[in-house]
T-cell receptor
């Protein structure tokens, strides 16, 4: 079967750094996406990784290791507006997205 | 219109009733998708369409049907609603179905079936 695992909830402090992990087992791999979803809103795209390594985009970075079936999203200089759920999704061999349940990130002042 | 719109925003429906959720995009994207999102679960694909005139079944298609008569519209129909279809429904689109094509999401429809 196909499986995406992420922690259910994490708490961090404003101004700090947090790393959200994602492990996956899928039938085929055509890239991994991270989305942000604020409560009551639609998911919005954050990053895409298809090759091993780190992709940096401002305060957010995403890392991928295909051999380990592992990715993480790194958020630096946390702001209150970063309080949201972060969704990991893998594009499988049929080019369909398999989604994790999401990690709810709580930022405390 | 900018992006993807969905209607209605929310709906309470009696079990056994027929309901169509509407989705329209103005980005001229080829591919469109319907997902449901339930607490504690990831987004689950109901149906998809890679291009106008074609549709396919996703992970949880039972009880739902779709059509794709043109590029812009992708309605989702519940023929006879049941309480287990209570969920938040998201429509999404992407330029194509290839590697790296991000999906853009509509604001969602919150559906309650009683």
């Amino acid at each position: 079967g196909q499986n995406i695992d992420q922690p259910t909830e994490m708490t961090a402090t404003e101004g700090a750094i947090v790393q959200i992990n994602c492990t996956y087992q899928t039938s085929g791999f055509n890239g991994l996406f991270w989305y942000q979803q604020h409560a009551g809103e639609a998911p919005t795209f954050l990053s895409y990784n298809v090759l091993d390594g780190l992709e940096e985009k401002g305060r957010f970075s995403s890392f991928l290791s295909r051999s380990k079936g592992y990715s993480y999203l790194l958020l630096k200089e946390l702001q209150m507006k970063d309080s949201a759920s972060y969704l990991c999704a893998v594009m499988d061999s049929n080019y369909q997205l398999i989604w994790g349940a999401g990690t709810k990130l709580i930022i405390k002042p | 219109i900018a992006g993807i719109t969905q209607a209605p925003t929310s709906q309470i429906l009696a079990a056994g009733r027929r309901m169509t959720l509407r989705c329209t995009q103005d980005m001229r994207h080829n591919a469109m998708y319907w997902y449901r999102q339930d607490l504690g679960l990831g987004l689950r694909l109901i149906h998809y369409s890679n291009t106008a005139g074609t549709t396919g079944k996703g992970e949880v298609p039972d009880g739902y049907s779709v059509s794709r008569a043109n590029t812009d519209d992708f309605p989702l129909t519940l023929a006879s609603a049941v309480p287990s279809q209570t969920s938040v429904y998201f429509c999404a689109s992407s330029d194509s179905t290839g590697e790296g094509d991000e999906q853009f999401f509509g604001p969602g429809t919150r559906l309650t079936v009683l």
